[in-house]
């Protein structure tokens, strides 16, 4: 009777522990790539969003450069419906999965914006300026 009970309590803890990620919207078509400081229409399912690079803050290990750590870069972003506005920061580092996701709310409707790219790569030798950025973004409905 005792090795019931424990299989059946066994049984119940792995069913609450189901481990469930986080729903994505779905990326359609390529990404849009966004120029730093210039406005973007970015299609958001059946909605368009205007999209405008505020900031960039790059750490990100240069590419001819071998370093402990792969550093990240921070975006800040604008992001309107045409009646709301509001601001979404993002920050893509590594490989990590989750990196690069920011969800946000416009009106009723939640979003999320995830980063594909950020160009130019830092090299060591040069340091790109902010105007030569360009972010590669998706936008979906939650």
């Known amino acids: 009777m005792k090795k019931i009970t424990i299989l059946a309590l066994l049984c119940t ?10 729903a994505l919207p779905e990326q359609q ?5 966004a120029a730093y400081r210039q406005e ?8 368009e969003l205007h ?18 750590t792969m550093g990240k870069v921070e975006v ?4 309107s419906d045409g009646t709301q506005e509001t601001s979404v920061t993002a920050s893509l580092q590594g ?3 989750k990196s690069g996701r920011a969800g ?6 939640d979003y999320l914006l995830t980063i594909r790219e950020v160009l130019p790569y830092p090299k060591s030798t040069e340091k790109p300026d902010l105007a030569d ?10």
Do not use: H, W
């Open 29 to 33: 078509g390529p990404p849009t790539s």
């Open 40 to 47: 973007t229409l970015v299609k958001a399912s059946d909605t």
């Open 51 to 68: 999209l405008t690079v505020r900031e960039v803050r790059d750490s990100r290990c240069p590419m001819d450069v071998v370093c402990i």
């Open 133 to 142: 950025y360009k972010v590669s973004v998706y936008i979906g409905k939650k």
């Open 95 to 97: 490989d990590d999965g």
């Open 13 to 22: 803890a792995l069913l609450a522990c189901d481990a469930r990620k986080e």
């Open 76 to 79: 800040d972003f604008a992001i």
């Open 104 to 109: 946000f709310r416009l009106g009723n409707q």
